[in-house]
């Protein structure tokens, strides 16, 4: 890249203020915020030819209230707000018209109390929630036009997938621990801890009416010509509750002022359920997939668990000059509201077909395609938002929870006085992993293979940089294509089974004589054989059980990071500082989309194995030049100047990995060197 993506406004305003009500009694403190970034979109372009612009625009409130009722007894109550409202989707594959406003609005509040008994006694009980309201809109940004993608080009056009979406995630908790020191006390001193919380979670992604005339489907084209239709399930309200109880308790036992063992445990209680409802029809042509019905309650299986640890830090000569640390641990997975979608029949879904665009209009029309769930259009029918997850699952009663246990052992020196060198080693193995089975198209039903000539990375057979090599994916026979052989369910599967080894250096000298510094640099080995192939980010992800998952899958790549930074204080009462961060880039693989079949008539898989390729290492530099100015005893003025990404570097941080014409071109690269001012009013 010889240019970088242009910033065309950032700016962050905020203001807080507080201080006592009532002397030593009540207290307050608002503050309020807000920010504003407009940056470039690197090759994408309007219709008049301008460039793209994404727009971020955020706003937050706080407030706090203290009430310190006696010595004994304080009181605290915490509200947060935060509205946005961002104009984004769109990239160089992605058109303008696609665009979406996200707008969110989401929170958090508590109450609390904490209390103290005596010189050995601390309590504290909390109640609180959160709250994420957001979901896209901009209906009139794609001008009534249907949602298309061309699935060779990845180009997209129309009005946006995910226009009418909207998420309402809520949580509420309640919390409280005792803490409780007893010194000389069975060979050493200790801090015993006990607590427990209470969640109630909901997460439903609903999906609204489309706008009139953009369809409730998205074409699929290839190259060009009409190839499949993704229906929508359009409108859906979906309701998967969840419910935590948990406990703990753990000591911290000091014996004879070397040696500290910490150890506990937890025990946990995961009820997740699909709750029974009922559906109105789908808008057309989404009906005849997703008619009118009602459906029962899914009582997913209950998560019990107990999470043992213990860890320990041993002082070697009793000084604080050299000290080993170490221990295990045992985590388990909580249960997340988006695997119960897997077996929700009132939850977002896209249903697909094959197409054929009789009539040329470029557009989905009556009779084009034979909606029957068990005709011979159908393709598959899948959870939208959650990367081609099948839908209209089952619960597993045999279902094991997951669970990570990571083991650790570290060295702290300090070298000279005031300087330090810290050696840690860290391993974890994420066992009980999940993958997504077929309970009626299981693993050996994929017995038909079909071979294709890699096309190399233009996409297309008999060209130079065709590699001369053959990848087979396997397919199902066409008595298994129906609907009614679409069961999914959560499985556990040892293949599937993670393991991490990290190892990491670090220094740091405290601020004496001017300056301090720290410096890191860790190195971290995966060995991941089956990545999720279907959701991931915020939505379920697995790796559905089928031969096809597993062709080129494992990532077994290294990861590095080195960071480097310091503080250096200068006359005239100024300070500077720099943080310089080396990172490793992501690896990669090249993928194909490759035709043949029957049942599976398409498909994209990774034609070499990932790590084959890299995207660029990033180095980072940034800087500040900061000003201290003291008005009066009462008022201050702090003055900054920050310079971000110093070097300008145009790492690319994305690219399209499909072969094709759009193979390898980049989608997102690091933003440009900014320099930021701010001033800081303190009274």
């Excluded at 793209?52 to 509200?79: D, L």
């Excluded at 107990?306 to 009793?318: E, H, I, T």
């Excluded at 915020?538 to 597993?550: C, I, R, V």
Aim: with cysteine.
């Amino acid at each position: 890249m010889s240019e970088g993506n242009t910033l065309q406004l950032r700016d962050d305003t905020s203001g807080d203020l507080g201080g006592k009500i009532v002397r030593d009694r009540l207290w307050f403190y608002t503050a309020g915020r807000q920010r504003r970034d407009h940056n470039g979109i690197l090759e994408c372009f309007k219709p008049d030819g301008t460039g793209c612009v994404e727009t971020q625009k955020a706003w937050f409130a706080t407030h706090k209230e203290t009430f310190q009722m006696n010595a004994s007894n304080r009181f605290t109550a915490f509200t947060m707000f935060n509205w946005r409202s961002d104009i984004e989707n769109m990239t160089r594959l992605v058109a303008w018209e696609s665009r979406r406003n996200q707008r969110g609005f989401n929170g958090a509040w508590k109450t609390e109390w904490e209390g103290v008994r005596g010189r050995a006694i601390v309590a504290n009980l909390m109640f609180g929630g959160f709250w994420n309201h957001s979901g896209g809109y901009g209906e009139e940004f794609g001008l009534g036009k249907p949602a298309t993608l061309d699935s060779v080009t990845r180009v997209v056009t129309g009005t946006s997938t995910t226009m009418n979406e909207r998420n309402f995630e809520d949580r509420l908790q309640v919390r409280g621990s005792l803490s409780w020191y007893k010194p000389d006390w069975l060979g050493g001193n200790h801090e015993i801890k006990v607590g427990g919380d209470a969640f109630k979670v909901r997460a439903d992604r609903q999906r609204l009416p489309r706008p009139a005339g953009s369809g409730n489907y998205q074409l699929i084209f290839r190259s060009g010509v009409a190839d499949q239709i993704s229906v929508f399930n359009t409108p859906v309200f979906p309701d998967a509750p969840l419910r935590t109880i948990g406990g703990y308790v753990q000591d911290s036992w000091t014996i004879a002022r070397k040696l500290t063992l910490n150890f506990g445990a937890r025990y946990n209680y995961d009820n997740g359920y699909v709750a029974a409802g009922c559906r109105e029809a789908a808008d057309p042509p989404g009906d005849v997939p997703n008619p009118a019905q009602c459906f029962d309650k899914v009582q997913f299986r209950i998560y019990k668990s107990l999470s043992p640890r213990l860890r320990a830090a041993y002082d070697v000569s009793g000084n604080g000059k050299t000290v080993i640390k170490g221990g295990w641990g045992r985590y388990h997975k909580l249960r997340y509201t988006d695997e119960l979608q897997t077996a929700n029949r009132n939850v977002i879904t896209t249903t697909l077909y094959r197409w054929r665009d009789l009539n040329g209009n470029r557009n989905y029309d009556p009779g084009e395609t034979n909606l029957s769930l068990s005709g011979p259009d159908f393709l598959s029918q899948t959870l939208s938002g959650q990367g081609g997850a099948l839908a209209n699952g089952v619960a597993n009663p045999n279902e094991s929870q997951p669970y990570t246990d990571e083991y650790s052992v570290q060295v702290e020196r300090e070298l000279i006085p005031n300087f330090a060198m810290r050696v840690t080693a860290a391993h974890s193995r994420a066992l009980n992993q999940y993958r997504l089975a077929n309970l009626r198209r299981p693993y050996e039903a994929y017995s038909i293979p079909i071979t294709n000539r890699d096309p190399g990375p233009d996409g297309t057979l008999n060209t130079a940089d065709d590699p001369g090599t053959t990848l087979t994916y396997f397919e199902y026979p066409s008595s298994l294509s129906p609907s009614a052989f679409q069961v999914a369910t959560i499985v556990n599967d040892d293949k599937a089974n993670q393991k991490y080894s990290t190892i990491e250096l670090a220094m740091s000298r405290r601020l004496v004589g001017k300056w301090q510094m720290m410096a890191s640099y860790s190195a971290t080995k995966r060995n991941v054989p089956l990545p999720n192939n279907v959701g991931g980010g915020t939505s379920f992800g697995a790796n559905t059980q089928d031969p096809n998952s597993e062709i080129f899958a494992a990532d077994t790549r290294w990861e590095w990071l080195g960071r480097l930074s310091g503080s250096y204080l200068l006359p005239y009462g100024l300070q500077t500082s720099a943080n310089f961060e080396h990172r490793s880039g992501t690896p990669w693989a090249r993928t194909a989309l490759f035709r043949g079949g029957a049942t599976i008539p398409s498909i994209t898989l990774n034609v070499e194995p990932i790590g084959t390729r890299r995207l660029p290492n990033i180095n980072l530099l940034d800087f500040r030049l900061e000003k201290r100015l003291n008005l009066t005893p009462k008022q201050r003025l702090l003055l900054q100047m920050n310079i971000f990404n110093s070097l300008n570097i145009n790492a690319v941080t994305a690219v399209t990995q499909q072969s094709g014409p759009s193979f390898g071109l980049a989608t997102a690269i690091m933003l440009p060197r900014i320099v930021a001012f701010s001033a800081h009013y303190v009274f």
